[in-house]
């Protein structure tokens, strides 16, 4: 008997009642084939022979092309997995895929059995099956020697060869013996070392699978034609939509905007985006300019952009309404678009040392997203010769009509590397290079495992020990992590966060994380070490005290230059124009110029306690420190986040300062202790929460819109009374902040006497005061003669001069003083806050009701 129950997801509905106990695995394998012949499917002979194998209890590398179904063989695991009772969990690289894979299993298992965890959401984190990234795994192996993960997909799994990221596909193989893992790659080459390695830890057999065998082929084309030219007359063939790849945002960016002056799309094909775009968010500064690519038929992906764009463009894809998308390689990893040919703008790019062209890896990853089963019957894979061959290609063909000899191009002198059609076809044969093992030790790697809740304290290095020995890197470098862990052993005990206690009667030692320190505690960078050290050097008494921590946070995180670049780009503006003013000569200006730097607030003393750290940390090596001020500045200058872009001018980098932000939010919770946060610290990070949801909330908002009866979002184990709010309202703090923001603003805008700009932040529907910039003058020019000016500086914003009380159901009424010169603050703005019929985010909060004594 199997259940019935409604509404339940086809393959959940195949799984067995609690009451009836686990399926064999003869009872799995014919459920599972039958729901597959069900969907009109049939499987392949590769993954056939692959969920065989998993059913057999062992471990499997699936390396197969892209569209294979290897998504199919990861779904036979989980429904294993819920058939024996037990746990599984799906990991990848990237975030989107994770957010894809969840929708796809909560749409097989229902969204009851499914989890989400990807460090910026964390929803049913008690599900049966979990997507999470391949990070979150491995600390969650790291922290819980006990962690109960039956059965793990690792998807992607080439990415163990990363040179940043690689450890975290490697700590899972080496902390969780009692898994079955599942290793899927297009990419994957010789993984004989890895599979030896496994088989040692778990004592079970490690098979691989292996078929080149794609269900679309691919044909391939070299081509030396303009790029308009490429993309045009593989439209007329049919062959979009086009993937174009680029190797930088900005050439996605410039690429996309020089296609804008051919037509892909018929009337009705743009009709028919602009009805699908008709709901869509365009509500950031670069939402208008995106809008425009969308409805002329190109799309952009890259990391540049906000998340809920990206996710746009892969739903417009997925409908078909996209004849060109031109993006980054970050599609080479992950959703599934329906892509029919991808076009290499070029065959090398910047492999994090230099120019170089690119590994067989890289481009059979990229090319194997043209042709998906389902939509095509062909895929297609074009590159372009470099430029200046298509320029000569060009020169030769005038030649032939006028018959006098003309000049060569050559090829660039800089940011280029050679490569011809040799080259195409090398890569297209070539096996993957061999995965590389990646295992480092890092103060955060030690500290995970000191804080397991399993084992702990001197157990817990001694577990490190026993991962190095189990690593999968050669004698050796296992010799050199071992110095490097005994070194971090010693860092941390002296920075205070690991204590060291003497048995009694000479028993053995103890040791222990230092207690107070928050539970999601995390050393996440490089330098964060020097920040806690640095923390008991700041005056706690300062009025700036809550800034100089944010300072201290960013001085660690690596730099957005895009965002310091346009900082420094706009104090240059300024101080030529003071120069002129002044009369000062041109050699004169540029010299000073050239002193400049992007703003750099505590400079002196960053330095000086980072060079003082340095000195008696000699493992910082060639780590620097980097301050800078893009969160303090947002915060002292009272700017949103679509304020700071249209500042400085990012509306194609809101991506970047979202992501630099988010890793703001991340070291200012996870990295400072506890004690260490004073009320406006407290208030700084629920402010910035708050922005950082009011920005991008798609994610969220999409599980809601799945989730089955009863309580989706799981309250966290450390705090179980709490639950992710749905509207900003329901935490109280972070909407006191939101509010706070939203007052300082408008006084900022009052004090600086842009009357307009003030208008623009207040709510003019609600039936009171029709404010003007006229009115708005008026009722400030009593104050101003007064006294003058208002104070802006941080300490306008402390709490005790903004009161914020609730009148009635989502009502309330909120007043700001004013401070003065003199520091009097008789003056305040009286406001009032209706949210009865609408959300935070539905325009301008502040009923602004009058501005008196």
């Given amino acids: 008997m199997v259940t019935t129950e409604s509404p339940r997801a086809p393959l959940a509905a195949l799984l067995p009642e609690r009451s009836q106990g686990p399926l064999d695995s003869d009872e799995i394998l014919s459920r599972f084939v039958g729901w597959v012949e069900s969907t009109g499917l049939a499987l392949y002979p590769a993954q056939e022979e692959a969920i065989l194998e998993l059913l057999g209890g062992k471990h499997l590398f699936l390396k197969t092309p892209t569209g294979s179904g290897k998504s199919l063989v990861a779904m036979a695991l989980h429904f294993k997995a819920m058939a024996e009772g037990k746990v599984s969990f799906y990991t990848c690289p990237i975030k989107a895929l994770v957010n894809e894979k969840f929708f796809a299993l909560c749409e097989a298992f229902g969204a009851e059995n499914v989890g989400l965890l990807t460090g910026d959401a964390a929803i049913n984190r008690e599900a049966p099956i979990i997507c999470c990234t391949a990070e979150i795994l491995a600390n969650l192996g790291l922290r819980d020697a006990m962690l109960r993960a039956d059965y793990v997909v690792m998807d992607e799994f080439h990415y163990y060869a990363d040179r940043e990221r690689g450890i975290a596909w490697q700590i899972p193989l080496i902390t969780l013996p009692g898994t079955t893992f599942l290793m899927m790659s297009a990419t994957l080459g010789d993984t004989h070392v890895i599979e030896e390695k496994l088989q040692e830890f778990t004592g079970r057999e490690v098979v691989s699978v292996r078929s080149a065998v794609r269900p679309v082929p691919l044909d391939f084309e070299y081509r030396e034609t303009p790029l308009h030219e490429t993309i045009q007359d593989l439209i007329r063939q049919r062959k979009a939509p086009i993937y174009l790849v680029n190797f930088s945002q900005r050439a996605a960016a410039e690429q996309a905007q020089n296609l804008m002056s051919v037509d892909f799309s018929t009337k009705e094909e743009k009709e028919a985006i602009r009805l699908a775009l008709q709901e869509a968010p365009f509500d950031t500064p670069y939402g208008k300019e ?85 939509f095509d019957t062909q895929g297609s894979v074009v590159a372009q010769a470099p430029e200046h061959v298509i320029e000569n290609v060009k020169i030769a063909q005038k030649e032939a009509k006028g018959g006098k000899r003309l000049p060569r191009k050559p090829p660039p002198q800089k940011g280029f590397v050679n490569y011809d059609k040799n080259t195409f076809e090398r890569l297209q044969t070539g096996l993957p290079e061999a995965l590389e093992s990646r295992f480092e030790v890092t103060h955060g790697f030690l500290l995970n495992l000191l804080q397991s809740e399993m084992v702990g304290g001197a157990e817990g290095y001694q577990r490190l020990v026993r991962l190095i020995d189990r690593s999968h890197g050669s004698d050796y470098i296992k010799k050199r992590n071992l110095k490097e862990a005994a070194a971090c052993f010693r860092t941390l005990r002296n920075a205070g966060l690991v204590l060291v206690q003497k048995g009694e009667g000479g028993g053995g030692a103890s040791v222990a994380v230092a207690p107070g320190l928050q539970r999601d505690f995390s050393l996440n960078q490089t330098l964060s070490l020097y920040l806690l050290d640095t923390l008991n050097k700041l005056d706690h008494e300062s009025e700036t005290y809550a800034l100089d921590v944010v300072t201290l946070a960013e001085s660690i995180l690596e730099n957005p230059e895009v965002v310091l670049y346009a900082q420094l780009h706009e104090l240059k503006g300024e101080k030529i124009a003071e120069m002129k003013a002044r009369g000062m000569e041109y050699d004169e200006r540029m010299a000073e110029l050239d002193k400049l730097e992007w703003p750099k607030p505590n400079r002196d003393f960053i330095y000086t306690t980072f060079n003082a750290f340095a000195d008696k940390h000699p493992w910082v090596g060639a780590e620097n420190i980097r301050p800078k001020s893009i969160l303090r500045d947002m915060y002292e200058r009272y700017m949103t986040f679509h304020d700071y872009i249209r500042e400085y001018g990012l509306q194609r980098s809101e991506g970047v300062l979202m992501r630099y932000l988010g890793d703001c939010y991340k070291a200012l919770t996870q990295t400072i202790p506890e004690r260490y946060r004073n009320d406006e610290l407290k208030d700084i990070i629920e402010w910035l929460r708050a922005m950082i949801r009011h920005v991008d909330q798609s994610l969220l908002d999409e599980w809601e819109r799945l989730k ?115 520091g009097h603050g008789d003056w305040m703005l009286d406001c009032a806050i209706d949210l009865t019929e609408r959300k935070v985010d539905d325009g301008p909060l502040l009923i602004l009701r009058r501005i008196g004594t």
């Fill in 290 to 374: 995106f809008q425009r690519f969308l409805r002329h038929g190109i799309g952009m992906h890259h990391a540049g952009l906000l998340p809920k764009y990206r996710l746009l463009v892969e739903r417009l894809a997925q409908t078909g309404l996209l004849k060109v998308i031109s993006g980054t390689d970050t599609l080479g990893v992950g959703v599934n678009i329906p892509i029919r040919t991808v076009l290499f703008t070029q065959l090398f790019k910047f492999n994090g040392e230099k120019l170089a062209t690119l590994s067989v890896r890289d481009f059979q990853q990229i090319a194997g997203r043209a042709g998906r089963k389902g």
């Fill in 708 to 822: 089955s009866p009863g309580e989706a979002l799981m309250p966290r184990p450390e705090a179980p009374a709490e639950r992710r709010p749905q509207d900003l309202t329901d935490d109280p703090r972070a909407f006191a902040a939101h509010v706070r923001n939203e007052l300082y603003r408008l006084v900022r805008m009052l004090g600086l006497r842009r009357w307009a700009d003030a208008v623009s932040l207040l709510r003019l529907d609600a039936g009171g005061e029709a404010w003007t910039a006229a009115k708005l003058e008026a009722a400030m020019a009593p104050y101003f003669e007064e006294h003058g000016s208002v104070v802006l500086t941080p300490q306008a914003r402390r709490p005790a001069y903004t009161l914020l009380k609730e009148t009635g159901p989502r009502q309330w009424d909120a007043q700001q003083r004013l401070l003065d010169p003199e």
